[in-house]
């Protein structure tokens, strides 16, 4: 078992410090020795797992031993004081932290959420790996969540929807992500899910066969013109096609972006260039083009979109991105935060993840860690909206504002002499409330 684990990480970290992962895997294997999970496996292969999700994320040596290690203060006899002199503080201490995050036990549900939320704010701005270690292990156990009671499957799913994907997806953890968001539907509302997955697979031979037509024809195109790339089709998230049947109130017959063609090169020129190649060889539609190199999400991620109209009438989307933007679209913040031993190195995170200093201030102004859950909740979800320049520049807003906020965003002059404003081609009165993908 151990030897999947070391191939991993040594396909990443050829030098990684092997040594210590193996010694971890025996600590951990021994201490929780006895002990069963509710599948009746041995308990150590949850332990595991969420360390072969951490190499999956290609994580540092620190951080997958932390990962074997992540339950053994709070499941077994092992102590700090152990994990110190066995290991290192740096390896304690994140151990320690995920412990932290689900040690204390509260009246109510609710409450015990939100100070279980309020912790892991707390947790995120002393280390961030202890939340990727966390998420690792959400992650594996959705993934085995099926051994649980009904209540219990519902709660848990419940639970990583309002918490922990939202944390994957400011963290820019897509992978991570997409994954617990459709564990989350499955047991939510396992009907729609099966229905979903069954109407999906029944089109995906015909899919297949034409998104393998628009990649030749691209492969074909940029070989012309060497540019280097590597093409694929990506199919939508399960819950993403949900979420635009529920929220758009549309049939799955009306849902035409079921797979996006993914376009990586090996520099911002060649992203430009290959869209003006996809441009010049399908229709693009009007207002559908959206530029996150030139303006990053507040997560990290950067890719160029752009949704086409492709032989036979059929309507796709192509991203287009390098291949450091598709680690960080792929990986979030587990792509950069590099930690080598005894050196940080965190590429100007201190910008980038701001909001998290803003969140630990905000929480010691609440006493009532419910109110804290409500505003993080806030802050998780509905914080910002996204519109679009006529020029496809991604302009990000706070929630509820209006075209005077987007002028005076774009330019002081341009809010200043704002005296009307036009929103998907069409006039509206300057306190209308913009919303995710208005132009």
């Known amino acids: 078992m151990i030897e999947n684990l070391l191939l991993k990480i040594e396909q990443y970290n050829p030098q990684a410090d092997m040594e210590q992962v193996i010694k971890a895997h025996t600590f951990a294997e021994a201490a929780h020795e006895g002990q069963l999970r509710n599948s009746g496996e041995k308990y150590f292969v949850h332990p595991f797992n969420v360390a072969m999700i951490l190499a999956d994320l290609n994580m540092d040596v620190t951080t997958i031993v932390a990962g074997l290690l992540h339950d053994v203060i709070e499941d077994t006899d092992v102590t700090y004081e152990e994990l110190l002199l066995e ?30 939320l309020r912790k892991m704010v707390v947790a995120m701005a002393k280390d961030i790996r202890v939340i990727i270690i966390k998420l690792a292990d959400r992650l594996h156990n959705m993934r085995t969540l099926e051994y649980m009671s009904e209540a219990k499957k519902i709660e848990k799913a419940q639970e990583t929807l309002e918490i922990y994907t939202p944390l994957a997806h400011r963290l820019g953890m897509s992978k991570i992500k997409w994954e617990l968001e459709d564990l989350s539907l499955r047991y939510m509302n396992p009907e729609g899910y099966y229905d979903l997955v069954e109407k999906v697979s029944k089109r995906r031979k015909e899919r297949e066969a ?9 492969d074909e195109k940029l070989g012309e013109l060497n540019i280097s790339r590597d093409i694929s089709g990506r199919p939508k998230s399960f819950y993403s096609i949900y979420k635009k049947m529920v929220y758009q ?6 849902i035409f972006d079921l797979t996006a063609i993914r376009v990586i090169v090996d520099s911002v020129k060649d992203c430009y260039g290959t869209l003006g190649i996809v441009h010049t060889m399908w229709k693009p539609i009007p207002g559908r083009f959206k530029d996150y190199i030139a303006m990053p999400k507040p997560n990290m991620y950067q890719s160029l979109h752009t949704t086409v109209i492709g032989p036979e009438g059929e309507i796709f989307e192509v991203q287009i991105r390098t291949w450091d933007m598709h680690r960080t679209a792929e990986y979030g913040i587990a792509a950069h935060w590099k930690y080598k031993e005894g050196d940080v190195e965190a590429d100007n995170f201190d910008e980038k ?29 509905t914080d910002e909206v996204f519109v679009f320049t006529p020029m496809g520049d991604v302009i990000n807003l706070p929630n509820g504002s209006t075209p005077i906020d987007f002028a005076y965003k774009v330019h002081t002059a341009v809010g200043n002499n704002c005296v009307g404003a036009k929103v998907d081609g069409r006039i509206v009165p300057l306190d209308y409330k913009l919303k995710n993908g208005n132009i």
């Open 353 to 381: 993840l701001t909001w998290l200093g803003q969140l630990l201030e905000w929480q010691k102004d609440f006493k009532d860690p419910r109110d804290f859950m409500e505003t993080l909740k806030i802050d998780l979800f």
């Open 87 to 116: 290991f290192n503080e740096e390896v304690a201490d994140l151990v320690e932290g995920v412990t932290k995050l689900k040690k204390l036990q509260y009246k109510t549900k609710q409450e015990n959420q939100a100070e279980n």
């Open 210 to 218: 034409y998104i393998q037509l628009i990649i030749d024809q691209l």
């Open 249 to 254: 109130n549309k049939s799955f017959e009306q």
